[in-house]
């Protein structure tokens, strides 16, 4: 799960730090180049990651069975824990 959002962060930022040093650095790779086209498409890209983590079924089944696996070790964890305690 926690390799499924840092992915997912990871390609976030890097579309972001594209979008910024595009702007800054290539502001008109067009003379009809808007000042904006590069937040525009910055901002299409954030919502084709978001829209296709939200969808994307396989990966939704890997997280909801990482969840569960992560809640499970912490249960077993906590029931060494009690049986340690109560051998004491």
Request: aromatic share 14%.
């Amino acid at each position: 799960m926690r390799d499924f959002v840092k992915a997912a962060a990871l390609a976030a930022s890097l579309v972001i730090a594209g979008a910024v040093l595009l702007s800054v650095f290539f502001p008109h790779p067009f003379p009809w180049w808007p000042w904006w086209g590069w937040l525009a498409l910055c901002l299409i890209a954030e919502g084709l990651i978001i829209y296709t983590s939200v969808t994307d079924l396989d990966t939704a089944a890997t997280v909801v069975a990482g969840i569960f696996r992560e809640d499970e070790q912490v249960l077993e964890a906590q029931q060494r824990a009690q049986r340690l305690t109560f051998r004491a």
